[in-house]
């Protein structure tokens, strides 16, 4: 392991409505085209649950309540010319005031938006990682995977 590689620790809400599924995307960046779960990066010393709920807070200004933990994941892939090695912690989160039959809130944060998906349309959004996206129609039926990870 170089000094240049890392180990990121993140939390990821899974939220649902009606159908709809909130997800992430990057803007003012055309190579960023993918989209991904709502959180963030854990910060030493922080549970993962906090983190989630801060993160929406503060992208977002909502309150959230995290209803259950639903599984762990790991990806690992090159960036930059380095090494990315990711742990996901996801839960399924609710929010009152998020309802997909209205635009959600202007993020907070400049670089990202966010938007309402029909789950029957994920792959149209191409969503990251891979392992997550197949795991998200189990979860919504009750069976929980776990591990979820990139390794074939």
Not at 100 to 127: G, R
Request: glycine share 6%; proline share 6%; net charge negative.
């Amino acid at each position: 392991m170089n000094k240049y590689d890392t180990i990121i620790i993140r939390a990821r809400a899974l939220i649902v409505d009606n159908g709809h599924i909130l997800l992430t995307k990057h803007q003012n960046d055309p190579t960023k085209t993918y989209s991904f779960l709502p959180g963030g990066k854990v910060e030493f010393g922080e549970h993962a649950r906090d983190t989630l709920i801060r993160e929406l807070q503060e992208e977002l200004g909502v309150i959230t309540t995290i209803k259950r933990f639903l599984g762990t994941g790991e990806g690992i892939w090159n960036k930059d010319s380095r090494t990315q090695h990711d742990i996901c912690l996801y839960f399924e989160v609710t929010c009152p005031k998020l309802v997909s039959t209205q635009t959600p809130p202007p993020c907070k944060e400049d670089d990202i938006e966010f938007l309402w998906q029909p789950i029957s349309k994920l792959k149209e959004a191409e969503f990251v990682p891979p392992y997550a996206q197949q795991s998200i129609d189990n979860w919504l039926i009750g069976r929980y995977e776990q591990f979820l990870s990139d390794f074939n």
